[in-house]
């Protein structure tokens, strides 16, 4: 579990196949104080174990289906990459609750820079209009924002400068993909809601729960 508030970025230093995945190498500065083999670190909004450590860098392996699910699936030697550790018992929860569990991708269509802040249009597959809500939390690429604006299969975030500059955000340009990820506590309200497979929340259904 992690709260969406990037720690630094790291560069992706090696890649190569194992298997039908990929095993990344990842340098870093910051995350390594109390950084063990079996963590979770998430990596560009997407949950990975740490698999070793050396130096300053460590690696991860990560597997078929999150390649075809994520933007790893495409990443570059050189890419730099947000990262953050996982939560603690004593951690500020400074964010929103983020899994790591990339819902889809999404795309970018517009970046306005403004006086102190800039605007991120992202679009989306129109499936997943249900999982946004104005003023809620969305996680792109591991970074934790709040939705400014939702029409059907786009959505609008402001970004302050210093999340801007310490995150991949700068990276980014019109046309870059970005891993989504729905606000987890939202998701399982909207499947309740819908009945998770079952008749959802109807009239009758109230007056039997008492309502």
């Known amino acids: 579990m992690f709260t969406g508030l990037v720690e630094e970025t790291g560069i992706l230093i090696n890649k190569s196949r194992k298997g039908n995945g990929l095993t ?4 870093a500065h910051h995350i390594f104080d109390d950084l063990k083999i079996g963590d979770s670190v998430n990596v560009d909004g997407v949950c990975q174990t740490v698999t070793s450590i050396k130096a300053n860098t460590f690696t991860v392996d990560t597997v078929e289906e999150t390649l075809k699910k ?7 030697m050189g890419d730099k990459v947000n990262l953050e550790r996982s939560l603690t018992p004593s951690s500020r929860l400074g964010g929103h609750f983020v899994a790591g569990h990339v819902d889809c991708t999404g795309r970018i269509s517009k970046l306005i820079k403004l006086s102190s802040s800039y605007e991120v249009y992202v679009e989306y597959p129109t499936e997943y209009d249900d999982n946004l809500i104005p003023v809620g939390s969305i996680a792109i690429d591991g ?3 709040t939705v400014a604006e939702k029409g059907t299969g786009f959505f609008k975030v402001a970004v302050i400068p210093h999340t801007w500059e310490v995150t991949c955000l700068k990276n980014k340009n019109t046309g870059s993909e970005v891993n989504l990820e729905f606000d987890l506590l939202g998701k399982y309200v909207l499947n309740i809601v819908k009945g998770g497979g079952k008749p959802g929340m109807t009239e009758e259904w109230l007056r039997k729960m008492g309502y």
């Open 24 to 27: 990344l190498t990842i340098s």
């Open 70 to 76: 994520t933007t790893l699936g495409h990443i570059n």
């Open 143 to 145: 970074i934790s924002l």
